[in-house]
Each structure stands twice: as C-alpha cells, then as structure tokens.
C-alpha cells in the first residue's frame, strides 16, 4: 500500500498524518484495496455498506436512479485523494444508499471499515484522533454543501436555480471566471423541477 501514500497525503481525511503513523493505523482499520474497470458499480442504490471509499486512481460519480433503473442526477466526480464517499451511509446504522457509485473510468479505491475509524484503538494514540476529527470536517462541510444546493433550489426558475450556483461559486473562489465539475449534458440532466430542454437553454443564456 506505501505506493499509494503520496496520493493519501493528498486526501483530507487522513490530513497531518505522516507515513509511519499512516502504515499503522491502515492496518488497524481494515484497509483493503479493490479495482473496478470504467462503467462498474462499486456500490448500488439499495444496499447498506459499512466502509468509506477513498479513490487512488481514476475517478467515480455519484448516480442516481429513478425506479426504472433511469439515471435521474449525477454528482461532481471524485478523482484521486478526493473526498471520501459512502462515509454518510456507513456512519449511520442501518441506512440504505439511495445511490450508486460508478466507475467514470478504471478506477482503484481503498475502503476503510466505518467502526474501526470511529472506535479508537487501545492506545488511544493521538493521529486515529486526528483521523475521527478530520471525517468529522468532510461531514460538516458536506452538510454546509447540501444547504447551499437547497438554496440554489428554492430558487423560481431553472435561470435564477443556475445564476444563484454560479453566483455562489464565484464568490467561494473570488474570482468571475472559473470551471465548473460538470459537462453540459450533466448539467442537462441534473434539475428534477424542469424540463431538460428549458435547462439546456438556461444555461445556454447563462453562459
């Protein structure tokens, strides 16, 4: 696994930890490797899971599917040293993922079972504290982050929906011309409220 470290370093979840205390403590939480080729479902929408996924390699999305199997929305993808996924599921007992978790290209993930994270070792050593802490972070500012997409929701129109999260984005970056994690077909595909057609012309406008 220590080919992977770099890329670890970079992930927010294990955040102030160094390399010695990183091999130790991903033996304590049951680490394990697992490789998925583009297009595979890593998790699917109906199961209950009990690790968080980090991605080493490649890149996923975060799918959602109406009853008939439909992708309805697709989330921002999470490439390598990202933010981890499923951690919301597993923390929460008995829940089932209302989504699906897909393989955007060939991508390698480490999983990290949820009750050893939150159940600090023996030694009470200071860096599985540190890790406790910083998941709690990525789960405050995931929360801060669904807020926000309220906000961009409340919103009347799909124009005023798409002006308010591009109004937001600027603000958070500081600047008026940045990328946005989307295509124009996610973007597209993306409202439950409206027509895809009147969200393809808004942001069309928009642009």
Known sequence: MKEFFPVLHTAALFSGISDDELAVMLSYLGARIDTFPKGSRLLRAGEQVEEVGLVLAGST??????????????????????????????????????????????????????????????SACSHHSRIIRNLLDELAEKNLRLNEK????????????????????????????????????????????????AVCRAWKNAG
């Open 150 to 197: 309220l906000t961009h929701m409340a919103q009347r129109t799909t124009r005023a929906k798409l002006m308010s999260y591009f109004s937001a984005e600027a603000q958070r970056r500081s600047v008026y011309e940045f990328d946005i994690p989307f295509s124009r077909q996610q973007a597209c595909g993306l409202p439950r409220c409206g027509a895809q057609r």
């Open 61 to 122: 999305l975060i799918v959602q599917e109406d009853i008939w199997g439909k992708p309805a929305t697709s989330s921002p993808k999470t490439g390598a040293g990202g933010r981890p996924f499923a951690e919301v599921f597993a923390c929460a007992p008995g829940a089932v993922l209302n989504v699906s978790v897909e393989a955007e290209s060939a991508v390698t993930v480490m999983f990290l079972h949820i009750r050893r994270v939150l159940s600090v070792c023996p």
